[in-house]
């Protein structure tokens, strides 16, 4: 009976030190291809460090990206959180009826007025009574699920109506309406390109600009898993990743101001890559212009976005002579001036629900 304990104590040691010989000796991975980030490395021991109390912190970090199986460790937990617990959501992703989730709740009414604020500001310095500025809010895909699922979700239109009123400074072009759950990509947060075609329709008709343009549908690749895959650490059936080209996007040139260089519309290299969703406009790129040579009217427009514009900005391209694409998250608006023509141009604030309430992304002047 006394050999229980000390055979349990054996087991534990030996478990102990069979951990910290692979984490001694196992090559510690540098980037996690299903969560698409670089892991944490290793802190540099100092006195400054311990002092004060990076090093463990930092250590922490590094250890809990480095842990030996951690993969296949997160895999187990989530199937556990979600198959065998029955838990509502897992760090708050969810998955219903076979589409990928977060939960994005409450609503943020900070968040909301800071984002209206930081539109304005732009407003005031490169706006004129020559402008035309327009708004417009994309919905998350919680907005469809949650209320089926029994998850947690905000009054989307409440927030729409919100954002309306703190900017008054622009028009708001409504186009929740248009959209439906089939126009989201089941593990990605992201919209469909091919399922969005009369958004750019209503957002040109709004804003006075005319598309007249046939497209042609064509597959990047047919298997295509989203950022919420990885995150989820559970199986999913892929999504197929299609772009459409036109006329008007065929001919058009794509210049990306912080690379300096000219880039094409659709990046079949990132396509196979990490993130293939960065096949529309390269990705996440704080400034880029798109010049169509042949349009009809010399009309331009100036649209700050979130990732969510990448897909959408080659569909606008038959009604404008130019397209130029800024993203906040990555540049400061004061420094603008310098790359950017305001003058007679159409300005569009478009950016997703989970940008607009989590709006501390978006830098300040």
């Not at 054996?10 to 001694?24: E, G, I, N, P, T």
């Not at 930081?118 to 004129?128: H, Q």
């Not at 404008?320 to 023509?341: K, W």
Request: charge should be negative; glycine fraction near 4%.
């Amino acid at each position: 009976m006394q050999r229980h304990p000390v055979f349990i104590c054996m087991l534990a040691v030996l478990f102990l030190s069979v951990s910290f010989l692979f984490c001694l000796f196992l090559k510690k991975p540098e980037y996690s291809d299903t969560e698409r980030r670089y892991l944490a490395k290793a802190p540099k021991l100092s006195v400054e460090t311990v002092k004060s109390g990076r090093f463990m912190s930092d250590f922490e970090a590094f250890a809990l990206d480095t842990f030996p199986f951690r993969e296949r460790l997160r895999t187990i937990k989530s199937w556990t959180a979600a198959y065998l617990m029955r838990l509502q959501d897992w760090q708050g992703l969810y998955e219903s009826d076979g589409y990928f989730a977060v939960m994005e709740y409450p609503m943020r009414e900070a968040s909301l007025t800071q984002a209206a604020e930081r539109f304005a500001a732009i407003c005031r310095r490169y706006a004129t009574v020559e402008n035309a500025v327009y708004l417009s809010v994309i919905p998350d895909k919680n907005c469809f699920l949650a209320e089926e699922s029994g998850h947690l979700s905000m009054d989307y239109k409440e927030l729409e109506h919100k954002m309306e009123q703190k900017a008054g400074f622009a028009d708001y072009i409504l186009i929740s309406d248009l959209l439906e759950m089939e126009d989201y990509y089941k593990t990605d947060p992201h919209w469909r390109q091919e399922n969005i075609t009369d958004i750019a329709d209503r957002l040109a008709e709004q804003m006075g600009a005319v598309i007249n343009e046939e497209y042609t549908l064509h597959t990047a690749t047919q298997t295509f898993y989203g950022a919420y895959y990885g995150q989820s650490g559970l199986s999913a059936q892929p999504d197929t990743l299609r772009y459409l080209t036109g006329d008007a996007i065929n001919r058009c040139s794509v210049y990306d101001w912080q690379n300096d260089k000219q880039i094409a519309v659709y990046d079949m290299e990132k396509a196979a890559g990490k993130d293939p969703y960065e096949l529309y406009l390269s990705g996440p790129l704080s400034l880029v212009t798109i010049e169509n040579p042949k349009a009809q009217r010399q009309k331009r427009l100036v649209m700050f976005r979130d990732s969510f514009g990448s897909a959408l900005a080659p569909l606008l391209v038959g009604g404008y002579a130019s397209i130029t694409l800024v993203d906040i998250r990555y540049i400061r608006p004061e420094v603008l001036g310098r790359f950017v023509d305001f003058k007679d141009c159409d300005i569009l604030f478009l950016y997703s629900t989970l940008v607009l309430n989590n709006s501390e992304s978006l830098l300040s002047e």
